[in-house]
């Protein structure tokens, strides 16, 4: 992990010096950092209460098993699955088992500002909560939603936010669509089968985006011969413009 107090100098902080840093497995939880190492075949969970200047082995977890920020608590998700989860927080390193309710292979959790929503990896279901933690309720609107969107086989949906927005963008066939819901409950359909202006289709959509100044920056690849993400940008869920 590299740290760094103005953007220019950069500090290497080693998490574990007999493993190596799981790609895109380091999140923040206010003042807690959250990242996973591995060994061999092994994983482990490891915090950080300093900025990464020292780390503090947890637990060991499972190969398919993810971690997400929302809403100030952090997570690790069964990808096996099952309804168990585990929950963290700046006040509560070493974490507390917690369960869904329903047995799901659990991607990503979301926060908008007031609730809470549990997505699984197909996107294709989603869960409710008003604190995070537990009272999961099903998010009743999200499959029906879906059901008017374009699929294939190798379709994928993506869950993200968007100020006090949930948006689940869906890659089918090389073009995109969205819903997006204010509630967690009530989904509409935005977006349907956009493509790129010129006619390129989109490959893969990435799994974080980010916010600022009211607009959603997504990244995507293209059938453009090369491997660079390109940006799309959402204002609202209801149309994507291509940069």
């Not at 999140?27 to 061999?40: E, F, K």
């Not at 209460?49 to 993810?66: F, H, K, P, R, V």
């Not at 980010?210 to 660079?228: H, N, Q, R, S």
Request: charge should be neutral; include cysteine.
């Amino acid at each position: 992990v590299y740290t760094s107090a103005d953007l220019k100098a950069w500090t290497a902080r080693p998490v574990d010096a007999s493993s190596t840093l799981v790609a895109g497995s380091l999140i923040a939880v206010g003042t807690l950092l959250i990242a996973v190492a591995q060994y061999s075949n092994s994983y482990f969970l490891h915090t950080s209460m300093d900025g990464g200047a020292s780390w503090l082995y947890q637990t060991a977890i499972g190969s398919q098993e993810s971690i997400c920020s929302a809403g100030g608590i952090g997570y690790v998700l069964s990808g096996y699955g099952y309804s168990t989860f585990r929950t963290y927080t700046p006040a509560n390193l070493a974490g507390t088992a917690r369960d869904f309710g329903v047995a799901q292979q659990w991607r990503k959790v979301l926060h908008n500002g007031a609730r809470w929503l549990a997505i699984n990896d197909a996107g294709t279901m989603a869960l409710r909560s008003a604190n995070g933690l537990n009272g999961w309720t099903n998010s009743a609107g999200l499959a029906a939603a879906v059901a008017n969107l374009p699929s294939g086989p190798a379709s994928t949906r993506t869950g993200y936010t968007l100020g006090g927005r949930f948006i689940v963008v869906t890659m089918a066939e090389g073009t995109l669509s969205a819903i997006y819901s204010d509630d967690a409950n009530a989904w509409t359909v935005g977006a349907v089968g956009e493509m790129e202006p010129s006619g390129l289709r989109v490959t893969a959509v990435g799994a974080t985006a980010a916010e600022m100044g009211g607009v959603l920056y997504i990244p995507v690849k293209l059938t453009d011969g090369t491997t660079f993400w390109n940006a799309l940008v959402s204002t609202d869920g209801t149309k994507f413009k291509w940069l």
